[in-house]
Nanobody, 110 residues
């Protein structure tokens, strides 16, 4: 049974930073691809970053240069470092293995 649990969200001022974490239970992360997504009420869920089993990362154009996805194999955890936050970044952020989803963590930029 796969479980994904996000943490690290909160309320920050514009220009601030956060690091989101996604703990993975039920399988070893580095045999699968993982992604970060975000969703604003009333809008479609947006894919913003992914990491392959070999560590290769991809970031959406809307966040490139500000967001960085990484992983810690020993902790079976993936991260999303978010810098230079803007009001448009306010959303619920989710991690996924493209089959399972975590409950999400709220990021609010004031």
């Amino acid at each position: 049974h796969v479980q994904l649990v996000e943490s690290g969200g909160g309320t920050v001022q514009a220009g601030g930073s956060l690091r989101l974490s996604c703990g993975i239970r039920g399988w070893q992360y580095n045999t699968y691809c993982m992604g970060w997504f975000r969703q604003v009420p009333g809008k479609a869920r947006e894919g913003i970053a992914s990491i392959e089993y070999d560590g290769t990362t991809t970031h959406a154009g809307s966040v490139k240069g500000r967001f960085t996805m990484s992983s810690d194999d020993a902790k079976n955890t993936v991260y999303l470092q978010i810098n230079s936050l803007k009001s448009d970044d306010t959303a619920v952020y989710f991690c996924s293995d493209f089959n399972n989803w975590g409950p999400g963590t709220q990021v609010t930029v004031s």
